[in-house]
């Protein structure tokens, strides 16, 4: 039961008298999402959570308290706004700019959160994105300076704003035997993990874990759940393998771990392979990688590029697996059928380049495709 009254309020900033609608009580009946959004009603009340100065715009959580600048300042402050978000998402974004110039970390996160939720209430995707990527660069650094409990907190606010803004590299390394998680959090952090596997990037609530996380009681109780994205990693590697035993069990183990369209680059990598028979790829004699180029991911480029090696490496460092692998690259980022965002993957053409390697199986010499590492840059 929300209850709601209308009060007339003097502005700080301006002096001007307007009304202005006040929450005196409000109810939630279910568990919060995973970014602590709260449940119905409570949710629905957004536009009561902080006041706006129809007449100078100034924004609070009481406008009858004085901003801690001058006039001008705050004007500039809001200058930086974004006009095009929806009303209510545009006025806590004023109020996290307020808040990150005053040094308030955690009111500005909680402010571009709730700027993000606004979006999404209006399914203005690309600004909820953008809110949320500016949000999970200022958690991320507050879980350098805040306490434990704080800590905990965080480090799952964290894990959503990665998920929901699609950075699932970062959120795979979440290291889930970090002594600090409580069985809450740990939890909390293998549910967000599966949900990435699986591709899925949308809201979802706590109670979908099964858990209370306000209950002392779990501060007791210990995580025992394995983090299938540390045996998935593994997996990864064997599937680009050299070996076709290796490489048909490790697929075998991932498709079981999840959806089989994740799989299909490395799927059709071991087809590639199979078909090549063995023979020594060169210009006359290349890897069939039609079908493989229309199944890439980043995912799988990345795995590739996990064996590429410097082409001022000894003989001995480049190995059979290194070979195939950068071998394999070549050929993707120079195939007519690879979409041209993924040759343009940092800077790979730039990178490409022809070097006569031993073949340290053979006598003979033969030319491969090699590529040098990638730098760390941002994917399309």
């Known amino acids: 039961m929300s209850t709601i009254e209308n009060v007339t309020v003097k502005c700080a900033f301006c002096g001007k008298n307007s009304e202005q609608a006040k929450m005196m009580s409000v109810s939630a009946f279910d568990e919060p ?16 959570w902080l006041m706006e100065c129809p007449h100078c715009g100034y924004v609070a959580d009481d406008i009858r308290k004085r901003p801690h600048m001058k006039k001008e300042t705050l004007l500039r402050i809001y200058g930086g706004a974004d006009a095009d978000l929806p ?57 350098k300076r805040c306490w434990c409990r704080k800590w905990r907190r965080y480090t799952q606010l964290a894990a959503d704003l990665l998920r929901r803004t699609e950075n699932i590299e970062t959120l795979r390394k979440m290291d889930t035997n970090d002594k600090r998680l409580d069985y809450a959090t740990r939890e909390l952090l293998l549910f967000q993990k599966g949900l990435a596997e699986k591709g899925d990037f949308s809201a979802h609530s706590r109670i979908e874990v099964d858990l209370n996380p306000y209950d ?3 501060e007791k109780r210990i995580s025992t759940k394995t983090d299938h994205w540390l045996c998935s990693e593994e997996y990864l590697k064997q599937a680009v393998s050299v070996n ?3 490489r048909e069990k490790a697929l075998e183990a991932l ?7 994740l799989n299909l680059p490395y799927h059709e990598f071991d087809g590639a392979l199979l078909l090549h028979r063995g023979i020594p790829p060169d210009e006359e004699h290349p890897y069939r990688t039609r079908d493989l180029a229309k199944a890439v991911n980043q995912e799988f480029l990345n795995v590739l590029e996990t064996f590429v090696v410097p082409g001022n490496s000894i003989r001995e460092a480049v190995t059979q697996q290194s070979k195939v692998c950068m071998t394999m690259l070549y050929q993707l980022y120079t195939s007519p059928y690879l979409a041209d965002n993924w040759k343009d993957y940092a800077d790979a053409r730039q990178r490409l380049y022809l070097m006569r390697v031993d073949d340290p199986f053979s006598d003979d010499s033969y030319l491969i495709g090699l590529v040098e590492p990638r730098a760390s840059k941002t994917a399309p």
């Open 87 to 143: 009303v209510i998402a545009l006025i806590f974004q004023k109020r996290a700019l307020y808040c990150e110039h005053t040094k308030d970390t955690s009111g500005a996160i909680r402010a571009y959160l709730c700027a993000a939720w606004a979006c999404d209430d209006e399914e203005d995707h690309t600004h909820a994105k953008m809110l949320r990527i500016k949000c999970l660069e200022l958690t991320q650094c507050y879980l």
């Open 244 to 246: 076709d035993d290796i």
């Open 33 to 48: 999402d995973l970014d602590f959004r709260p449940s119905e009603m409570l949710r629905s009340t957004m536009g009561l």
């Open 255 to 261: 498709d079981a771990l999840r959806p089989r369209e």
């Open 216 to 218: 002392d009681f779990f």
